[in-house]
T-cell receptor, first 113, second 112 residues
């Protein structure tokens, strides 16, 4: 079951520009998370936003959550070549006893120097 | 530094072999997970465990089994490997179900 769907599937921008990725989901959630994956490696947690939060910041990352639209966005400001990676959103099922993380297919971000 | 360690980065096995993928975490987490990752399909949950000796099927459990005899170790077993099980396998652990997950480095399994 695919809960989160990222958009776009791939994004290529110049270093220094901002990158925005979107995630849509289908069911109610307790929280939504964003992860990063460098090529051929495991995923690394970036940020978690709870369902009662609308915006959260961490360094150059800004995440928004709109539960009425069942969508979230991840903004990376002042991008760097090292930000090149795949980015995944993950949602929990939101039902007690059945909470597990469900991941989207990811957005592949390429930062061109 | 918290750590989830998978026993192999790369593995090549023959069709029909019994394959064990091992995962160890040092964070005393209750919950552990096995995902497989394929191009265009994202991460799909195979099995998860919320306590020692407890397991729950994920979205794609067919052809797999798991074992959790100790809290820190969660094993994924391919009873009879097939070529369609060629994939990247990712282990993760979390303190709470639905909470932040910590991932291992992944095992790229090729079945020939």
């Amino acid at each position: 079951s695919q809960q989160g769907e990222e958009d776009p599937q791939a994004l290529s921008i110049q270093e220094g520009e901002n990158a925005t990725m979107n995630c849509s989901y289908k069911t109610s959630i307790n929280n939504l998370q964003w992860y990063r994956q460098n090529s051929g490696r495991g995923l690394v947690h970036l940020i978690l936003i709870r369902s009662n939060e609308r915006e959260k910041h961490s360094g150059r990352l800004r995440v928004t959550l709109d539960t009425s639209k069942k969508s979230s966005s991840l903004l990376i400001t002042a991008s760097r070549a090292a930000d090149t990676a795949s980015y995944f959103c993950a949602t929990d099922a939101g039902v007690q006893g059945a909470q597990k993380l469900v991941f989207g297919q990811g957005t592949r971000l390429t930062i061109n120097p | 530094d918290v750590k989830v360690t998978q026993s192999s980065r790369y593995l090549v096995k023959r069709t029909g072999e019994k394959v064990f993928l091992e995962c160890v975490q040092d964070m005393d987490h209750e919950n552990m997970f096995w995902y497989r990752q394929d191009p265009g399909l994202g991460l799909r949950l195979i099995y998860f465990s919320y306590d020692v000796k407890m397991k729950e099927k994920g979205d794609i459990p067919e052809g797999y089994s798991v074992s959790r005899e100790k809290k820190e170790r969660f094993s994924l077993i391919l009873e009879s490997a097939s070529t369609n099980q060629t994939s990247m396998y990712l282990c993760a652990s979390s303190l709470r179900l639905g909470g932040q997950a910590f991932f291992g480095q992944g095992t790229r399994l090729t079945v020939v």
